[in-house]
């Protein structure tokens, strides 16, 4: 097994990479709204102003310009990391591009809770 994270640079694009992997074979994926250290940087979205604990709401709604959409899942074979990889940059280009996103791919040792393909298409 593999955990695949994938932070999309452009969120326009979630739709039909979350498209693409499910052509691949992965059977869920859970998508996070996130930045990085780079926007951090040139955007100043990390600033004194604003409130201790604000909504997640309110900050994302604030600084929609600034985030990427971080993918990940987990899923069961090489062959399912590579037709991701392939389906990916059908979307975005190569990830080698500048502005593509960043893939990484690290082995599982354990998951608890995982559902087959299979068991997903048998949901009513």
């Known amino acids: ?10 969120e326009t694009k979630l739709t039909e990479v979350l498209d693409a992997w ?8 859970t998508v996070l709204p996130s930045t990085g250290m780079g926007r951090i940087i040139k955007y100043g979205a ?6 201790i604990i ?7 709604k604030e600084h929609e310009e600034i985030l990427n959409r971080t993918l990940f899942s987990i899923v069961e074979s090489e062959e399912v990391v ?3 990889v392939e389906n990916t940059e059908k979307v975005v ?3 080698a591009d500048p502005n593509t996103g960043i893939l990484a791919v690290l082995p599982v040792l ?3 809770g995982l559902r087959s393909r299979e068991d997903h298409e048998k949901r009513p």
């Open 82 to 84: 590579q037709r991701i």
């Open 22 to 29: 499910d052509e691949a074979g992965v059977t869920g994926v």
């Open 54 to 60: 604000p909504s997640l709401q309110a900050l994302i």
């Open 110 to 112: 354990k998951a608890y």
């Open 46 to 51: 990390l600033r004194e102003d604003i409130p």
């Open 93 to 95: 280009g190569p990830l």
């Open 1 to 10: 097994m593999f955990f695949v994270l994938y932070v999309l640079h452009d």
